[in-house]
């Protein structure tokens, strides 16, 4: 089994930058792709970020260009890399995966941007 923790939320000002880290315990190396997701009170969970074994990744036209999702070869942490932080960026971000068709969610870290 494998489980993920999420970790590097904080409160920064716009225009700051925040680095998150998802971290796998367990039988990782059965993990594929890996989703950065924001949940904000009041609206749908939406993926922010994902990236996968062959490198691909994805990212939600309201972040490109300011985000960057990146992982280590075994997949023990992947990150996500927050620059020029908006108020609208706040929300809690959790890491997903899914491994043998079942989900596993990283618990949220709480990321709040002050203008």
């Known amino acids: 089994q494998v489980q993920l923790v999420a970790s590097g939320g904080g409160l920064v000002q716009a225009g700051g930058s925040l680095r998150l880290s998802c971290t796998a315990s367990?039988?990782?190396?059965?993990?594929?792709?890996m989703g950065w997701y924001r949940q904000v009170p009041g609206k749908e969970r939406e993926l922010v970020a994902s990236?996968?074994?062959?490198?691909?990744?994805t990212y939600v036209d309201s972040v490109k260009g300011r985000f960057s999702i990146s992982r280590v070869h075994d997949w023990k942490s992947v990150y996500l890399q927050m620059n020029n932080l908006k108020p609208e960026d706040s929300g809690v971000y959790s890491c997903?995966?899914?491994?043998?068709?079942?989900?596993?969610w990283g618990q949220g870290t709480q990321v709040t941007v002050s203008s």
């Open positions: 997903k995966t899914m491994i043998g068709g079942a989900e596993v």
């Open positions: 367990g039988r990782s190396l059965g993990i594929r792709a």
């Open positions: 990236i996968t074994a062959g490198g691909g990744t």
